[in-house]
């Protein structure tokens, strides 16, 4: 398919208060022009407005700031770098609730509606210490409906290619008539959406076809400079000799050919890969109906693994061990624990919902982390939701001080990904949906 490159419109510019109409006008306007929807542009838009509003009030009227709208094809993403300051982020968690009545935090009841009105916030702090605010919306795109079975299918021949964008929503199509909801990713419900996605080179396919152009089935995959790959399925719709595994090494020679150090899938069909990969571990998805199916996390190395310094909470050591042990992965393990440095008072999480599950990660660590944690699993079990996950960033150590706060909130850690983060990410998973 034809790729575009992520196209951004910058303003520099500073916080004073008659730059907010030209600020608005910009991200408004540019959201539309990047093929966003009115409801949605102006949610990005109202979102970006609390944000700069909150950041004038904390910060000298002349600091300067650069605002980046991104056209991610899917996605508009705002950026706001500048100097950071006394922020309280605290605002940004999903169970913020402000007393509009108190003074001291009036001003934090816009954060509060920012979060509400995008879909992912984050935070970067860049190595010139200058802090990067992101608001991320994503477009809206119509659901698509199943085909029916294949009809005549050659079954000798099997071609793989890199397909057209006709192809990849009529491959989106298939997999909802032949697989279940938990075995595909939520994207692919949204033929459009995904095409889009592969067009943004934030995701690549290969689809399978036969002779008279049939689709036999496909494989879909998801490169992060520097960070292990993601990839889906294959995906197969008739019963064909080698197409599976025609699929599965097409997308491994694509992504060896990168600086990926290795490839995961997190939704695998147990027992078909064990030529290719190692079992990570899995996960439960708790059902509606009281069923629990299984996940199982698979892995393979693309690149020498040349081994870096792991920093872990004592109490997450054993796991670590254990789990690089059997992975023959060079770490040099050590322990970090809290010795009485300052540290923050509020920490902040993200949540990522899909479908019946959710996952959180920390933005920033404080002493109130388990009350945090716990005030998130309060909201999640109002609203039904069990299959709750916690992924831990090795990479960044001040993250190890929150292991404590999530074993006391019955968070258990299931599996290891290599290199999934800033370094390897622990995945823990709360025990929501075992039976008490």
């Known amino acids: 398919m034809e790729s575009k490159t992520k196209r951004v419109l910058a303003l520099e510019t500073d916080f004073s208060d008659d730059v907010m109409p030209v600020f608005l006008s910009m991200v408004e306007k540019t959201a539309l022009a990047f093929g966003m929807d009115e409801k949605y542009a102006m949610h990005l838009t109202l979102a970006a407005e609390e944000v700069f509003s909150y950041l004038s009030t904390v910060s000298d009227t002349h600091d300067p700031v650069r605002i980046e709208c991104v056209n991610g094809g899917y996605y508009v993403q705002v950026n706001l770098l500048f100097s950071p300051r006394q922020l309280n982020l605290q605002a940004f968690n999903l169970t913020a609730d402000i007393d509009p009545n108190d003074e001291t935090r009036i001003h934090d009841i816009g954060l509060l509606i920012a979060a509400r009105l995008v879909d992912h916030i984050q935070f970067v702090m860049n190595p010139g210490r200058n802090m990067c605010l992101c608001l991320y919306k994503e477009k809206s795109y119509p659901m698509g409906t199943a085909l029916g079975p294949l009809q005549n299918t050659n079954t000798q ?17 298939r997999v909802l008539s032949a697989y279940s909801l938990d075995d595909y990713p939520a994207f692919i419900a949204y033929p459009g959406k995904f095409v889009d996605m592969v067009n943004s080179r934030d995701y690549e396919a290969a689809l399978a076809y036969d002779e008279q152009k049939n689709i036999l089935g ?15 399925g294959p995906f197969l719709f008739a019963e064909i000799l080698d197409c599976e595994a025609k699929l599965l090494e097409f997308c491994l020679e694509k992504v060896g050919r990168s600086d990926s150090p290795g490839i995961m899938n997190r939704l695998a069909f147990a027992g078909r890969f064990d030529k290719y990969f190692e079992i990570l571990g899995s996960t439960r998805d708790y059902q509606a109906d009281g069923s629990v199916h299984q996940h199982t996390f698979i892995y393979r190395q693309l690149i020498e693994d040349l081994g870096t310094r792991v920093l872990a909470h004592p109490q997450l050591m054993d796991f670590l061990k254990t789990e690089y042990d059997r992975l023959y992965l060079p770490r040099n393990l050590q322990a970090s624990t809290w010795m009485g440095e300052k540290s923050e008072e509020h920490s902040v999480f993200t949540a990522d919902f899909s479908r019946s599950q959710v996952t959180l990660r920390a933005l920033l660590g404080g002493r109130d982390a388990e009350d945090n944690l716990a005030n998130h699993l309060r909201l999640f079990a109002h609203e039904g939701i069990k299959n709750i996950f916690f992924e831990l960033d090795l990479g960044e150590s001040w993250q190890s001080e929150l292991v404590p706060a999530l074993q006391n909130n019955q968070f258990i850690p299931c599996l290891l990904m290599p290199y999934a983060g800033k370094g390897d990410v622990v995945l823990f998973q709360h025990q929501a949906g075992e039976v008490r």
Do not use: H, R
Not at 159 to 166: D, L, N, Q, V, Y
Not at 221 to 232: E, H, I, L, R
């Open 157 to 173: 021949i099997v071609k793989i290619e890199t397909p057209s964008a006709e192809d990849l929503k009529m491959f989106c199509q």
């Open 218 to 232: 496909g494989i879909v995959w998801q490169q992060v400079k520097g960070k292990t790959a993601n990839f889906y």
